[in-house]
């Protein structure tokens, strides 16, 4: 019991993580890194979709003030 649930840690940072696959928690399917450079990845795209949808809608409302 306790060897699975030392497996769900998240994993120390590596370089290497920000082009491989992502590492993701079995139970709730959230990822654990995020792969920056690797765009075929599925987490990394809702990452740079996410941040690209927000940035702008903050920069037009810093203009209306």
Do not use: C, G, Q
């Not at 082009?19 to 990452?47: C, G, M, Q």
Request: hydrophobic share 40%; charged share 20%.
């Amino acid at each position: 019991m306790l060897e699975h649930l030392e497996s769900l840690n998240a994993p120390p940072f590596k370089w290497s993580h920000l082009w491989e696959p992502a590492i993701v928690n079995p139970i709730n399917l959230k990822s654990h890194t995020i792969p920056l450079f690797n765009l075929r990845d599925p987490y990394a795209r809702v990452f740079h979709l996410s941040w690209r949808k927000s940035i702008p809608s903050h920069l037009s409302l810093e203009e209306l003030d």
